[in-house]
């Protein structure tokens, strides 16, 4: 932190300069499926604001600079990088410093990105209610960690146009 005033000694009033640092709510665990893009926003505060921001990807097997045609940068003070995993070795961890007049970020914005799949099959189902025309089951979900929901309600249903169909709710 920088203390700066226009003013001659004694006159006028003390800004306070600072390099950047993340901000601490920011979304930091990206689940994405291969082929899908992945929007990655980096935020921070500093003052005066950034003058630009740099974006690197790290995983088992390198660390790459990410290029500036990748990312742009947001006038409140952040920058989102948009990314597709193709391959395994395309999930890691994604970086972003922020610099600004007093100097470059200390500290990076680290961003996980993991890969997403299917969720596993529920299980430990129960019979709740079952009419001539369709049959509701409860059933816990399989542990997998990027599903939200708790349980899942599967029905079966009965259309004379459809046939039979097992949708959700």
Known sequence: MLLYSGQPKGKGCQVKLDKPICRPDQKKIYGV??????????????????ESFKWSFNNTAETIDMPQSGYRVHAEQASSLTYTPVKELDYGTIMCWADNVVGQQKEPCVFH???AGKPEMPYNCSLVNQTSESLEVDCAEGNYFTIICLSHQLQFI???LLG?????H
Not at 33 to 50: F, K
């Open 33 to 50: 499926a291969r082929n899908e893009a992945a929007e990655i926003l980096c935020q921070v505060d500093a003052y005066p604001p950034p």
């Open 158 to 160: 009965t259309h004379p």
């Open 113 to 115: 990105l993991i890969a």
């Open 164 to 168: 039979g169909r097992l949708s959700s």
